[in-house]
């Protein structure tokens, strides 16, 4: 219910987590295939990055789009 009423008043894009207090990794795929959006984790934002940077291919299966690669 929240979901759908969520949608219907907020048009978002994302879904940033911010902090490492939550071990939001068990979640982010869930969330985004719940919600139907894209969820980024700071955490994984910063592993993201620093791969990306090294140029190290590391897809994540289950991390939410931004870790499995497929994100556009």
Do not use: C, Q
């Amino acid at each position: 219910m929240f979901t759908a009423t969520a949608r219907e008043l907020w048009r978002v894009d994302a879904l940033y987590i911010n902090g490492g207090g939550w071990d939001a990794a068990p979640t982010i795929d869930y969330l985004e295939r719940d919600l139907k959006i894209k969820v980024v984790w700071a955490l994984a934002a910063e592993m993201w990055l620093t791969y990306h940077i090294l140029k190290i291919e590391n897809r994540v299966p289950g991390g939410g789009v931004l870790l499995s690669g497929d994100y556009a």
